[in-house]
């Protein structure tokens, strides 16, 4: 299939006009409008999603990605032109979008759709051909993720490769052009090391702890909406999810009690236990329910204190949205990216120590900061540094197709979304056009004292 796709790159898909790539975005944007029933069944029989979730966090991200695309890539793969130095005097200078080749793309398991096709439609836009490999942990998303891009393109186009970690390994054994991985940091490494064995240029879009402060002067009402439904949705397995929150001591009552009215308001409404209502989401399965619970007991064990939720079933792989103050520094949910509905509370005192605290941890993909003070805001962007930032909410920052998403370090390599993710599956050519007439041929020698002269007189100029 790689030596397949290989030919049809080079034949075809490179070749591509912006009409053509526009042609097949269409197609299928077509597709996922035809199968969003089928969409929506299969992510929540995989982990009880509910469909309207389905659809604001899979399907509509999905079409947002792919129409960015379709109105904007005849732009994007215009050349760009530079500007040249005096030295070259007479050359003009270009930078071309060239597709990278046959690239891969490995999807997650906790956005199986939109984390899939969103890089998809990227990789498209820029002329590539692709090879899939879905989450094994999904596996009815998973095959109708092969049902749907069978239909849509042919083999040598995109092609999907169903199964577990060992296909994911054979996968990267092949001279890809590019690998575009999304899951854990932990894997990331495990994909950067693959791909070292071809020099395979990579995105990673990984994770880490996305720290959340709210400082004195927040409406603290707002901040612990946006904050509960940053860590319900999906039931915290998102990848910018708010990991812990930094919060002055004496905020700390009145944010678990605005929490507790705000996850009464989400689910409660109907009178029925939390565990009853199809509006949450569950674990994925029992290996991440397990994980999970277990940095709850332990942490409590350690002498943390549950301030809101923490009631657990593992038969329906089911955690309550739980809020936990005097957390140890050194239990696991503090080390760990949590990926669950739990919020650990850290105080603080002063900012200087809640920025000392974030900056104690490797660079994380997502930082929130809740508060009014324009100078507490400042200070925190510049003395801090992750993926990307919200200020006065959580999440949203990656809906907008003209921020770069992405990490730092740890938290991932290189960004997508939009131009972002065209520029992500695109090499950037540098062209030279040299004129018939140029100052090239001063350079050459012998070097003369003429030559010598011009050299000291052309110096002063760059200085």
């Known amino acids: 299939m790689f030596h397949l796709q290989k030919k049809h790159f080079h034949k075809v898909m490179k070749l591509t006009t912006a009409n053509q790539r526009i042609q097949r975005l269409k197609k299928l944007r077509e597709a996922i409008f035809k199968y969003t029933p089928e969409i929506e069944k299969a992510v929540n029989a995989d982990f009880r999603k509910n469909e309207r979730e389905v659809d604001i966090t899979e399907i509509m991200p999905s079409i947002s990605e792919i129409n960015d695309a379709i109105k904007h890539v005849r732009k994007w793969m215009k050349p760009v032109n530079?500007?040249?130095?005096?030295?070259?005097?007479?050359?003009?200078?270009?930078?071309?979008?060239?597709?990278r080749g046959v690239v891969l793309i490995i999807g997650p398991w906790n956005y199986p759709f939109y984390l899939t096709f969103a890089p998809l439609a990227a990789a498209i836009a820029a002329g590539n051909t692709v090879l899939i490999k879905p989450s094994e942990f999904t596996p009815v998303t998973s095959n109708l993720i092969q049902k749907i891009i069978t239909e849509v393109f042919p083999k040598e186009e995109v092609a999907v490769f169903e199964g577990d970690y060992q296909v994911s390994g054979a996968l990267m054994e092949l001279p890809l052009d590019h690998i575009f991985f999304t899951g854990s940091t932990q894997v990331g490494k495990i994909v950067m090391t693959a791909a070292a064995k071809h020099l395979t240029s990579v995105t990673l879009e990984l994770g880490g702890k996305s720290p959340a402060i709210i400082d004195g002067s927040a409406d603290l009402k707002k901040a612990?909406?946006?904050?509960?439904?940053g860590k319900v949705l999906n039931a915290g397995q998102t990848c910018v999810a708010p990991d812990y929150l930094l919060i002055p001591n004496d905020l700390i009552k009145p944010f678990v009690e605005e929490a507790?009215?705000?996850v009464k308001e989400f689910y409660g409404k109907d009178g029925k236990p939390l565990k009853e209502n199809t509006d949450f989401c569950r674990i994925i399965n029992d290996r991440n329910f397990n994980r999970v619970s277990g940095y709850i007991h332990e942490a409590v064990e350690k002498g943390a204190k549950i301030e809101m939720g923490g009631e657990t079933d593992a038969s329906q792989n089911y955690i309550e949205p739980t809020i936990l103050s005097n957390v140890p520094e050194n239990s696991n949910i503090m080390e760990d990216e949590i990926f669950g509905?739990?919020?650990?509370?850290i105080p603080y005192?002063?900012?200087?120590?809640a920025i000392e605290k974030i900056n104690s941890k490797p660079k994380p993909l997502a930082l929130y900061i809740f508060g009014k003070k324009e100078r507490s805001i400042k200070k925190i962007l510049k003395e801090t540094s992750s993926g990307g930032?919200?200020?006065?909410?959580?999440?949203?920052?990656?809906?907008?197709?003209?921020?770069?998403?992405?990490?730092?370090?740890?938290?991932?390599?290189?960004?997508?979304?939009?131009?972002?993710g065209f520029k992500a599956f695109s090499h950037e050519r540098s062209v030279l056009r040299q004129a018939a007439l140029s100052s090239i041929g001063l350079m050459y020698p012998p070097y003369t004292n003429?030559?010598?002269?011009?050299?000291?007189?052309?110096?002063?100029?760059?200085?």
């Open 82 to 99: 530079a500007k040249t130095p005096l030295t070259l005097f007479g050359a003009r200078s270009q930078i071309l979008y060239e597709p």
């Open 224 to 229: 612990a909406k946006k904050l509960v439904w």
């Open 260 to 262: 507790k009215a705000v």
């Open 341 to 345: 509905p739990v919020l650990p509370m």
């Open 349 to 353: 005192t002063n900012l200087d120590e």
């Open 389 to 420: 930032v919200a200020v006065n909410d959580v999440i949203l920052h990656l809906v907008n197709p003209n921020l770069p998403f992405g990490g730092v370090n740890h938290s991932g390599h290189g960004s997508y979304h939009g131009y972002f």
């Open 450 to 463: 003429f030559v010598k002269r011009l050299v000291t007189l052309t110096k002063k100029f760059l200085v």
